[in-house]
């Protein structure tokens, strides 16, 4: 597999993950992001021995976007930290079948995930076990019967965007677990995580990384407009 690398230091490394792979190694022996991402640097760099990737954050499956690998330890522990404190900006790009009302806001649920379903249930009000999920999200443009949002969560649960968009609004086109009738053809659903700003954890430098939207199916219909997505 060939890694879209979007940046890439001697602490940091971030990539473009495609549809249909998981982040992190796993029990199962699936192939991982991290798997080819250390591939890479042990390749690149003729690293003769182990090589070390630490997991900062997580996509599901079958979504695409930017994913940020620490490369030592110290980048990682202090990573972790600023996600911990929700200091790092996430912008995702989400389409979805109906045009949101109102077309901007802020939505706040309480989430629990259920493990043995590994789907995600939402609650107006706390439960026991829940969590408290927040977004803002914002109406950008349509096409081709497809309506595009632009997403910034604050909270970071197990599939919060997925399932607060479909119970707020509509599924994410695609996703059948949440709703949608109809899978893509490769399996994918149309959420993407297009930016990431933070400050990085050793220079303490204001990076502000992005990730290209896919170029199939609905997406190409929103090319260009792509960059208004990460203007505040």
Known sequence: MKLEVLYEDNHLIAVNKPAGLVVQDNEHGLASLEHHVKSYIKVKYNKPGAVFIGCIHRLDTNVTGIVLFARTSKALARMNEQFKNRVIQKTYAALIRRKPQPMAGTLEHWLKKDPKQNKTKLYHEEQKGSKKAVLHYEFINTANHCFLLKIRPITGRPHQIRVQLARTFTGIVGDVKYGQTRPTSDKSIYLHALGL????????????LHAPMPQFGNWKFFKDIEKNLLKE
């Open 197 to 208: 700003s933070f400050t990085h954890p050793v220079t303490k430098e204001n990076l502000n």
